[in-house]
């Protein structure tokens, strides 16, 4: 079975290279060009290619545009963006906007045609350094969900600041100008909200969670 694809890139130089890399690909055949989104979505219901090899950023109907309204008319066709930019904004948007795959302009010619393969089998194809970035966020953002939410007055974060740097009860006070038993409702306060027994775990467990820094000198 022969994939047809079209190439939409507003760059006619960029076309021009990109089929003569697919030219010699057994298995592929570029039916069509456009030179923008609206051009790309023009070409599909005309064509019914089964992967559109789509520029992201392309003047007037960008390719995120295009794409949305090429899943919306054509679903069962692939869309694969090639972009000289892999932002996380653009990359995002892309997959938002329905696309299989995401790769650089600047990837080896030889793995293009795997990359529309590999879409048209219906499987996701990430440029291998968006596929990391992507996999980090995801890491650092189930992270920041598993910490517990803390909502502390201004107070409460100024006593606990001062409480990391080693000061004591009386020094706090003298420092906010409060009494020694204001600061010792503030401690109290911090125990309970941090979920610990004592002064050393709550400073340790604000360190965990980044609320304080032991390494800023000391006071």
Same mark, same amino acid.
């Given at each position: 079975? $022969?994939?047809?694809?079209?190439?939409?890139?507003?760059?006619?130089? !960029? +076309?021009?290279?990109?089929?003569?890399?697919?030219?010699?690909?057994?298995?592929? @055949?570029?039916?069509? @060009? *456009? &030179?923008?989104?609206?051009?790309?979505?023009?070409?599909?219901?005309?064509?019914?290619?089964?992967?559109?090899?789509?520029? !992201?950023? %392309?003047?007037? $109907?960008?390719?995120?545009?295009? *794409?949305?309204?090429?899943?919306?008319?054509?679903?069962?066709?692939?869309?694969? &963006?090639?972009?000289?930019?892999?932002?996380?904004?653009?990359?995002?948007?892309?997959?938002? *906007?329905?696309?299989?795959?995401?790769? %650089?302009?600047?990837?080896?010619?030889?793995?293009? *045609?795997?990359?529309?393969?590999?879409?048209? /089998?219906?499987?996701? /194809?990430?440029?291998?350094?968006?596929?990391?970035?992507?996999?980090?966020?995801?890491?650092?953002?189930?992270?920041? #969900?598993?910490?517990?939410?803390?909502?502390?007055?201004? +107070?409460?974060?100024?006593?606990?600041?001062?409480?990391?740097?080693?000061?004591?009860? =009386?020094?706090? &006070?003298?420092?906010?100008?409060?009494? /020694?038993? $204001?600061?010792? !409702?503030?401690?109290?306060?911090?125990? =309970?909200?941090? @979920?610990?027994? #004592? +002064?050393?775990?709550?400073?340790?467990?604000? $360190?965990?969670?980044?609320?304080?820094?032991?390494? =800023? @000198?000391?006071?």
């Amino acid at each position: 079975m $022969t994939i047809r694809v079209i190439i939409a890139d507003d760059h006619a130089i !960029v +076309r021009q290279g990109i089929k003569a890399v697919l030219d010699n690909e057994k298995g592929i @055949e570029v039916v069509g @060009e *456009a &030179a923008n989104g609206s051009q790309a979505v023009e070409k599909v219901c005309e064509l019914m290619p089964d992967v559109v090899l789509m520029d !992201v950023r %392309m003047p007037g $109907t960008s390719g995120i545009s295009a *794409a949305k309204s090429i899943r919306m008319a054509r679903p069962e066709v692939k869309i694969l &963006a090639l972009s000289a930019y892999g932002s996380d904004e653009d990359v995002l948007a892309s997959l938002e *906007a329905g696309v299989c795959g995401y790769v %650089m302009k600047d990837m080896h010619p030889s793995k293009l *045609a795997h990359s529309i393969k590999t879409v048209y /089998e219906g499987k996701l /194809e990430l440029d291998p350094s968006i596929a990391q970035r992507l996999l980090d966020k995801a890491v650092t953002d189930i992270e920041a #969900s598993s910490k517990p939410e803390l909502k502390l007055t201004k +107070r409460e974060n100024d006593v606990l600041q001062l409480l990391g740097k080693g000061l004591r009860n =009386k020094e706090i &006070a003298a420092v906010l100008w409060i009494s /020694e038993k $204001t600061v010792k !409702v503030y401690v109290s306060n911090l125990l =309970k909200k941090l @979920e610990v027994e #004592s +002064r050393l775990e709550l400073i340790l467990k604000a $360190t965990e969670l980044k609320l304080v820094d032991l390494d =800023k @000198e000391q006071v």
